[in-house]
């Protein structure tokens, strides 16, 4: 095992410029779910250059791609992450997600016949609040899969992920324009049935668990100060421990919907922009591989507070974890006071220490691949 290690590290590191420069090109166009098309395409140039077989609109999904080498019975995946915020940018470092797995999976490809493995690479679009990984798992992605990896940038090092289970829902309140100097009465306020919501879910908020998030936006509350709002929409995330949580608790939030709807005569939709995002299923072999790998390397895990806390953070790839084993750790990017979600860790995402992070990830991943093909039977 350790002469496969060094030849995937070997490799990774052979690819190390091609590999920042994927990073650095993602970090500079950022596009958003379901809208990266670029991203898509550029991704997985370095694999099909190093042989892969690479399928583009996987499994009909336009921003997915989907790429193998060897023909081993043992299947491990990475999965490249790509989309950006809307108007953040890369402040979530999906470019080195993206960039990190497509170097493991090159370190991997280096060792493939000698393992007897197969390397994939999922690449997955629209994790901000989209599901891509969800839309894949429905249609046969991960099937048969022995271990599937990703590594995340965050402010610290963390080996295990904890996210929440999430459900992502548009609102819209439907209600009647008029002139609000003149004909106040004759207006049904879409506005107002939005601010008794979000009031309602502030009182709410005293009696949820302290598991439990609620958030949102209002995207649209109105075209003129002289018009009474007819219509209003925003976007809201309910968070819980669990998938089983999260169904107790959801409805309560509806209530506070609800009684903005009843308290103005609006007329209330609810729409999920996604299935609910499971909570994390770590496989504990390959999570410890990994934390011995990224000690080898010279990385540290932060102890918990509130630099770690990332790990908590909800994603799709909670879902692929209760289909097959899998990993999802954190790797720091030196950025703090930066925290993900902020222009700030957007800018921390290039540079040197993103870079040796970029490495660093690619190679503990490959390492933690070799090390686990052992243990699959």
Known sequence: MGTSKAAARAEVERHADELIQLSERLHADPETAWEEHRSAAAVPELLDRAGFAVTSKYLGLDTAFHASFGSGPRRIALCAEYDALPGLGHACGHNLIAASSIGAALGLARVADDLGITVEVYGTPAEEGGGGKIELLERGAFAGVDLAMMVHPAPVDVAEARPFAVSHSKVAYTGKSAHAAAYPEAGVNAADAFTVAQVAIGLLRQHLPASVRVHGIVTHAGDAPNAIPEHASGRWYVRAETLAELSEVEPRVLRAFEAGALATGCELSVEPESKPYAEFRADETALAAYRANALELGREFAPDGTASRMNRAST????????????????????LPAINHQREFAAHCVGGTAERALLDGAIALAWTGVDRTDRIS
């Open 316 to 335: 799709d790839m909670g879902n692929v974890s209760q289909v097959v084993p899998a990993i999802h750790p954190y790797i720091g990017i030196g950025s």
